[in-house]
């Protein structure tokens, strides 16, 4: 079954900074320019997660994945995510409006 999670990151080096934002970019939603929204079901995800460690220094960046509850209240407050009339139709409707 697919989950939702939030990928986030915090990375000190610009050129890799900028080859994770690209990468997650690919296979995620940003929400923010270093948080994004991924719904997958969990083998992909630790794919994902397995890429996006690799692109990091464990030394100095830091990575984080947190599962989204399945139930329960989710909304977004203050800015929309994307523009306004752009709907990405995997988005939980309740994200939309």
Known sequence: ???DYLI?????????LGRMHRYLS??????EYSVFLATGEL?????????????I???SDDLRCYPLPKRG????LGRATLPDGV???D?????LG
Not at 26 to 31: L, T
Not at 73 to 76: G, N, V
């Open 26 to 31: 690919e296979v995620a939603v940003p929400i």
């Open 1 to 3: 079954m697919a989950g």
């Open 73 to 76: 209240l989710k909304q977004r």
């Open 8 to 16: 986030a990151y915090d990375i000190t080096s610009p050129r890799r």
């Open 91 to 95: 988005l939980p409707a309740a994200w």
């Open 57 to 59: 220094d464990r030394s």
């Open 87 to 89: 709907y990405w139709s």
């Open 43 to 55: 083998p992909w995800l630790l794919g994902v997660l397995t890429e996006a460690a690799s692109l």
